[in-house]
């Protein structure tokens, strides 16, 4: 039974919704498009002198927080179908009971398959969530000290380069750990 949870989890990890992969591509985008109007509102960059440096950083801010996203949804997923196995099989048990006094009585594979997709399905959602959460405010929280404390002597076009970039870097590089 623990191989099939297995199995399910790595499973509908493994191919995703296509429209999960939307979602982390446009939470990416937006994200990383933020610190533009942090710099072009506060530091007085304007948009038609740096836009291509604009483009170009959120372009690469995007694929890390989105690779950061995939990474962390990955390394959750099955630690929360794990402590949410226990509510899930009631509510589940408690649906088929109600459902299986009107029809006959549904056998046991059937409530252990309804129970593991389930279970699969709310990891899988509150993962998702959670990931998108945990990495938009520790990019967001690396920028602003980035920006204003750590490269606030250099210049604005650098700043921006660097608070960015170096953000969503360790970003992703954070979301590869093991917890």
């Known amino acids: 039974y623990q191989r ?3 199995e399910a989890v790595v499973s509908t990890q493994s191919t995703g919704p296509r429209s999960t992969s939307i979602l982390f591509h446009l939470n990416a985008l937006f994200v990383s498009g933020l610190p533009i109007w942090l710099f ?4 007085q960059l304007e948009l038609n002198t740096y836009g291509i440096m604009f483009g170009i950083v959120t372009l690469v801010s995007t694929f890390l927080m989105s690779l950061a996203y995939k990474n962390v949804k990955y390394s959750l997923k099955h630690k929360i179908a794990q402590r949410r196995h226990a509510g899930v099989t009631a509510e589940v ?11 006959k009585k549904t056998v046991k594979k059937e409530k252990d398959d309804r129970v593991l997709f389930k279970k699969t399905e709310v990891a899988d959602l509150e ?43 360790v970003v992703a590089f954070l979301s590869t750990g093991s917890n």
């Open 4 to 6: 099939r949870v297995r």
């Open 40 to 43: 072009w509102r506060i530091q």
């Open 93 to 103: 048990l408690q649906q088929v009971a109600d459902a299986s006094s009107e029809k």
């Open 127 to 169: 993962a998702t969530h959670f990931s998108i959460f945990y990495n938009n405010a520790l990019f967001l929280f690396l920028t602003i000290i980035l920006s204003f404390y750590i490269l606030k002597n250099f210049s604005p076009g650098a700043n921006y380069l660097g608070s960015s970039v170096t953000s969503a870097c």
